[in-house]
């Protein structure tokens, strides 16, 4: 299933050259084995392995010797001091992006952002005209290409031949919220490849083939529905139990915001219960005739983004390619926002069958990037020590997001407890008294999140959504010097603030059964997946 948040890194088998083959000489090997057999060598190596009387080793602990009190302790936790750390002063303004040239072919808009190197080509179609249920239906589909026939090729001869010509290739569903008025959802089938500029025309080729082409009827499809499907179903049960915080948070976040309405929809307990459903009716004519409906709609007739990362020859040339492929369409219609009710806030547990907790809180908030840097005051200075090192958790933070806010607790032994120490946390830090220090540690601390490097298809793909975002470099160079702004009198005060939006903020937590019935008072309704 798609995800609101970054996808998975794929792994192919390594090809060998058709020019040399490998030849295995097996015959002198295995009749040196029969040997060895036949003269009982193996029987002869155990009996040696296992002849000699085992050891018994007694570990007794011992207490630390009394006559050394000051002594150094065996291991000292504590921040790493740099002999020349980095100021404020010395973050300035950020790295520009290379301004991408927009223009249009075969009904399609082309972005071409300049570079070179390695050429990306990721191709979007906007999503808003779809209701969710196609969106989820859409989300299926994405899921099942990799394992449909064409008719020029079988689904294994198509996944070599995309594994030869292409890098990478991937197809998800992506969603964002924008900086435009409104802060609508921008919603895209996305089909992203990494490749070589020589080998773009089979890229479009390939692309068209795999998007278009799949067979979605008859016996074929409808097995690796079925298989597919279940095999969702259970990667979702295993998540919940590795990764509930993040199911957690898109469900509380799914009350306040389009985007993680739309993640929770497909991806989420709404998108797990959407599956169920599938399999339990088991009509997978019916559902190949929904996905065929969908993909029609969205491929001939949806609003078409083509991103090419590369030269100016690979733009001419993909220019040239375009007209004549399965992209190339009369007309199209206009992009538009995602829109979706959002519903009502409900504290809700799930109850999973690990042994920990997942704990979430969230409120809404709209976007302040000075917030950032409160974010990170409240995850290292406040919820590391209480919720971690007390509280035993292996993980906790505070989150703020583009209309959220949360707190959040991974693999928790706790779960009404940590709900309790989420209440205390404003007062305290409002009362803390911040130095210059601590205000650098925290901002550069910040900024360098923002900064971290990313690979250059990667890299590709945030300019495509910065663009479709409507972010510039402007924004994002007022959104730096907001939050290297921050002083101790405004973090206190958007500390003092936060008790009052917590007071009113959703609870949802995915725990162990005798957890969340210990707390069953802070919940409106509990479920069990």
């Known amino acids: 299933m798609s995800f609101a948040w970054q996808g998975l890194p794929s792994c192919r088998p390594v090809q060998q050259s058709i020019h040399a083959p490998l030849l295995l000489h097996t015959n002198a090997l295995f009749a040196s084995l029969r040997e060895k057999l036949e003269q009982g060598w193996f029987n002869e190596l155990l009996r040696e392995l296992f002849a000699p009387a085992?050891?018994?080793?007694?570990?007794v602990p011992t207490l630390p010797k009394a006559e050394e009190p000051d002594a150094a302790p065996a291991r000292t936790d504590g921040k790493l001091a740099l002999d020349h750390p980095l100021t404020v002063a010395d973050l300035g303004e950020g790295s520009p992006s290379a301004e991408g040239v927009v223009g249009s072919v075969a009904s399609a808009e082309l972005l071409h952002h300049p570079s070179k190197g390695s050429l990306y080509l990721n191709i979007y179609y906007d999503l808003g005209g779809l209701t969710t249920e196609e969106v989820q239906y859409l989300d299926l589909l994405t899921d099942v290409l990799d394992e449909l026939d064409t008719p020029r090729h079988t689904a294994r001869e198509l996944n070599t031949l995309r594994s030869t010509w292409l890098g990478d290739s991937q197809a998800c569903i992506s969603f964002w919220t924008g900086r435009q008025a409104g802060n609508p959802c921008h919603a895209k089938l996305t089909l992203n490849m990494s490749l070589l500029e020589r080998s773009l025309e089979k890229a479009v080729e390939l692309g068209g083939e795999w998007l278009y082409e799949t067979r979605l009827t008859g016996a074929k499809a409808e097995a690796a529905f079925?298989?597919?499907?279940?095999?969702?179903?259970?990667?979702?049960?295993?998540?919940?139990?590795?990764?509930?915080?993040?199911?957690?948070?898109?469900?509380?976040?799914?009350?306040?915001?389009?985007?993680?309405?739309?993640s929770e929809a497909c991806s989420g307990v709404t998108g797990y219960h959407f599956l169920c459903a599938l399999l339990e009716q088991a009509d997978w004519a019916d559902l190949g005739r929904k996905l065929e409906a969908v993909r029609e709609k969205v491929l001939h007739h949806a609003a078409l983004t083509i991103s090419l990362h590369g030269s100016e020859d690979a733009r001419k040339q993909l220019e040239a390619l375009l007209p004549g492929s399965a992209f190339a369409?009369?007309?199209?219609?206009p992009a538009r926002p995602y829109t979706q009710a959002l519903t009502a806030p409900v504290n809700e547990a799930f109850i999973i069958d690990g042994g920990v907790n997942y704990d979430i809180?969230?409120?809404?908030?709209?976007?302040k990037p000075e917030r950032r840097v409160l974010a990170r005051v409240m995850s290292y200075e406040y919820l590391w020590h209480h919720i971690?090192?007390?509280?035993?958790?292996?993980?906790?933070?505070?989150?703020?997001?583009?209309?959220t806010e949360y707190l959040?607790?991974?693999?928790?032994?706790?779960?009404?407890?940590?709900?309790?120490?989420?209440?205390k946390g404003p007062a305290e830090l409002a009362a803390r008294a911040y130095t210059e220090k601590d205000?650098?540690?925290?901002?550069?601390?910040?900024?360098?999140?923002?900064?971290?490097?990313?690979?250059?298809?990667?890299e590709a793909r945030d300019l495509d959504r910065r663009y479709f975002c409507g972010i510039t470099d402007a924004m994002l160079a007022a959104d730096r010097k907001a939050l290297?702004?921050?002083?101790?009198?405004?973090?206190?005060?958007?500390?003092?603030?936060?008790?009052?939006?917590?007071?009113?903020?959703?609870?949802v937590a995915f725990g162990s059964k005798e957890a969340v019935e210990g707390a069953k008072g802070l919940f409106d309704r509990i479920e069990t997946l």
């Open 388 to 403: 971690r090192e007390v509280g035993g958790a292996y993980g906790t933070g505070m989150v703020t997001r583009a209309e």
């Open 361 to 367: 809180l969230t409120w809404p908030q709209e976007r």
């Open 408 to 423: 959040y607790t991974y693999r928790d032994p706790h779960l009404a407890e940590s709900y309790e120490t989420f209440a």
């Open 329 to 333: 369409e009369g007309m199209r219609s």
């Open 54 to 59: 085992p050891v018994e080793i007694i570990q």
């Open 439 to 458: 205000l650098t540690d925290s901002i550069v601390g910040t900024v360098s999140e923002m900064d971290k490097p990313m690979k250059p298809s990667a």
């Open 226 to 262: 079925a298989r597919v499907l279940s095999q969702q179903k259970l990667n979702m049960e295993q998540q919940f139990l590795q990764m509930g915080n993040q199911y957690a948070a898109v469900r509380a976040g799914s009350h306040y915001s389009v985007e993680y309405a739309l």
């Open 484 to 507: 290297c702004s921050v002083d101790a009198a405004a973090l206190k005060a958007m500390a003092a603030e936060l008790g009052t939006a917590m007071q009113h903020g959703t609870r």
